[in-house]
């Protein structure tokens, strides 16, 4: 009954899922995004608003119940308390006119110790289960964990929005912002399978009701991966076994999740995530050339080498790939970019948030995690060796005078 339920949406939706940002600090890969004017005034509409029910959540449910075979008494108790959340409006907003991105600042956030630290507790913890499934599913370990960390910092910050409000403000409020239509259909097919989702879970009042009103990001992702209601019924997997999907309280099903993720979305067993420029000026021209700024692998890897833009590479020269430019300030006024040559399953990374800036945190933050970069790559030093041993005997003199 419930697979009749999912198939019926599932093929006509699964292309908007796709496209849907699970998190929304910055915008679409690196093109330039189109911005509202008078943004004061907006934040100021916003704030006269009531947060009350939109009256067109009525029809909405009453769709549900007639599309999805839910008794509709149940849909109007579950929502019966529904509010927008005006706050939330506010954080979805595009960047102001003159808004410079800024790539070293966005990376620092990311790629930093204390993150570092807890991903290499959260690897070791879970080192078996992380082998497993990236043996299972060809996504390396320290990307499967790279990512949960870029995400929640492994489950310390998960969001403090009810779910459900967050859908409803976004899916029938959403900012009046030139995409605000296309937006609000998003975030209504997300709401549609919350619902689905808490449904298949436990279609009895109560439980229903907490499932839909459980905490998540202001955008409406959940647990530790920071799924979106529809990718959870779509990838999400039972990583430990106990019969149900847990993204919020069990390990095993958001490491499995996020690999099995990346699998559907086309990731590449042993190939790279992104490559690096070869130093110079004719590298760097070429891909100022290139770089359009969409996340589609539409060049070969041969051209790359014939531009020398890219050193040999044992990848076949068909492979596809494309140029992330990565701008920040220069601190006189202008812009300096970083250049990369993103790969498969770099656009992999970027179907999970569609940001170039985000698909090369997680890459380089997994590359830390496996040892194979400094944590800021000179931008904050680590402490030297010396400095550790001094602050080890520190340590081992403070305990003697204690135990003295």
Not at 290 to 315: C, F, H, R, V, Y
Request: proline content about 7%; overall charge positive; aromatic content about 8%.
């Amino acid at each position: 009954m419930l697979k009749n339920i999912f198939q019926s949406t599932q093929k006509t939706r699964l292309a908007l899922a796709a496209s849907l940002a699970i998190a929304l600090l910055s915008a679409c890969s690196t093109t330039t995004s189109t911005r509202s004017e008078n943004i004061p005034s907006k934040v100021q509409e916003m704030r006269n608003e009531s947060d009350k029910k939109p009256d067109s959540l009525a029809p909405f449910l009453a769709k549900l119940s007639q599309d999805h075979h839910i008794p509709l008494a149940d849909l109007q108790n579950a929502f019966e308390d529904a509010k927008t959340i005006p706050s939330i409006k506010k954080l979805v907003l595009p960047p102001p006119p003159g808004f410079q991105k800024n790539w070293k600042v966005y990376r620092s956030r990311f790629v930093e110790p204390k993150r570092l630290a807890a991903g290499q507790q959260f690897w070791k913890k879970h080192q078996a289960f992380i082998k497993e499934t990236s043996d299972k599913t060809g996504v390396p370990a320290e990307v499967i964990v790279s990512i949960i960390g870029v995400e929640t910092i492994y489950g310390r910050n998960m969001g403090n929005f009810s779910v459900r409000d967050t859908l409803v403000t976004l899916g029938f409020q959403y900012p009046d912002t030139p995409n605000r239509k296309a937006r609000e259909t998003l975030f209504k097919n997300q709401l549609e399978d919350l619902v689905l989702l808490c449904w298949k879970e436990n279609p009895k009042a109560k439980p229903f009701k907490a499932c839909l009103n459980q905490n998540g990001s202001y955008a409406g992702a959940i647990g530790l991966p920071q799924f979106m209601p529809g990718s959870i019924l779509r990838f999400a997997v039972d990583g430990d076994q106990d019969g149900k999907i847990d993204l919020r309280n069990s390990p095993q099903d958001a490491i499995a999740s996020v690999a099995n993720f990346l699998k559907a979305h086309g990731w590449i067993k042993n190939e790279p995530v992104y490559l690096e420029l070869l130093p110079g000026d004719e590298a760097q021209r070429a891909a100022k050339e290139l770089a359009d700024g969409e996340p589609k692998a539409k060049i070969k890897l041969g051209d790359m080498l014939q531009k020398n833009m890219i050193a040999s590479t044992n990848l076949p020269p068909e492979t596809p790939s494309l140029v992330v430019d990565l701008p920040s300030p220069d601190g006189q006024g202008g812009t300096s970019t970083k250049h990369v040559v993103g790969l498969r399953n770099f656009i992999a990374i970027c179907d999970y948030n569609r940001s170039f800036f985000y698909a090369q945190s997680v890459a380089e933050f997994a590359e830390v995690l496996k040892g194979e970069m400094p944590v800021m790559q000179g931008d904050a030093k680590q402490p030297s060796k010396k400095a550790k041993r001094t602050k080890k005997s520190s340590s081992k003199q403070t305990v003697k005078k204690k135990k003295d």
